[in-house]
């Protein structure tokens, strides 16, 4: 297949991009500047150079693609609600240049508002900013092959930016890893590799169900997840209350934890990577962040 992939650079996309490419596919891949636009160039893919608010690339790219894979988002926590309104428009774009066809698309979300242990068929009970899953869901009642991919709140590996890093610079920076509570809230995880498989695959199967979890391990306690970082840091382990978080307040106490049975039996996907305990017992993980000339980030 001819696949359109934004975010393409990213670290979910990039990991889509390669497993893509290795599978014989081909590959078109948004860049939003000429670095990232070079980086992808490399790899044997296609560029498109365009961001997420150029709508009419995006419906050009995804007229010209057998299948649209989207993982783009702006993660800018202090923009969330902007930025969620961005990725809602993007999609709809997206499906606009897919309606009237069996070409798939498949977009990326997380598991913010579902209940503990959730199925693939159950759906986020909380309204929210980010709204590309019930997006997805409104372009497949328009007859539009669309599907969402739900992302554990840790998608980890050598490298990880995310929710894990945030945690270990919190940890570094207030001198105890922390939970809230007791800490028994549950985080679910799964390697970047492994997440990338679960788009392929969900193509090559025809994207025939509504949501696919790429959730390798299902359950991890939080406070688990505090003491292996408390551990590596040679930092206390301790309750404390979600003012310590500050922002990050609402992820750190929130239960995260589905199940992806039906993924595993739908597509035949079996997680080979480390878990995120595992994983995060590296040593990687807590390299001190190399210095920039002239002290800029």
């Keep these: 297949m001819h696949v359109f992939v934004t975010g393409a ?27 990232k636009a070079a980086a992808l160039a490399a ?23 057998d299948a649209v894979i989207h993982t783009a988002f702006n993660h800018d926590f202090s923009r969330f609600a ?57 372009l497949a009642q328009r007859g539009v092959r669309a599907a969402t991919v739900r992302l554990p709140p840790s998608v980890h ?11 270990i610079r919190l940890a570094r920076q207030t001198g105890v ?48 997840i505090a003491e292996v970082i408390g551990r590596r840091l040679d930092l206390p382990v301790e309750s404390r209350e979600r003012g310590h978080f500050g922002w990050f307040a609402s992820m750190a106490g929130a239960e995260m934890s589905v199940s992806s049975a039906r993924t595993r039996e739908r597509l035949g996907w079996t997680p080979q990577g480390p878990g995120l305990l595992a994983d995060l017992d590296q040593p990687g993980y807590y390299a001190p962040a190399p210095a920039v000339a002239g002290g800029a980030r």
């Design 177 to 224: 890893s922390a939970y809230i509570g007791e800490g028994r809230n549950c985080w679910s995880g799964v390697y970047r590799l492994d997440a990338a498989r679960v788009y392929r695959l969900a193509l090559e199967h025809g994207v025939t169900e509504p949501a696919y979890h790429a959730v390798a391990d299902e359950t991890v306690p939080f406070k688990a």
């Design 43 to 65: 790899t044997g893919a296609k560029v498109i150079r365009a961001t997420l608010d150029d709508l009419d690339a995006l419906r050009d790219a995804a007229a010209a693609a």
């Design 82 to 138: 902007e930025s969620a309104e961005q990725d809602r428009r993007a999609i709809e774009a997206l499906g606009s240049a897919l309606a009237g066809s069996a070409r798939p698309l498949l977009v990326t979300s997380g598991l913010s508002g579902l209940a503990r242990s959730a199925v693939e068929s159950d759906l986020p009970g909380e309204a929210g900013p980010r709204m590309s899953d019930a997006t997805a869901r409104a």
């Design 9 to 35: 650079t990213g670290w979910v996309g990039s990991a889509v991009t390669d497993d893509l490419l290795k599978a014989g596919h081909q590959v078109t891949g948004l860049a939003r500047s000429d670095d």
């Design 157 to 167: 590996g050598l490298g990880d930016h995310g929710f894990v890093a945030i945690l």
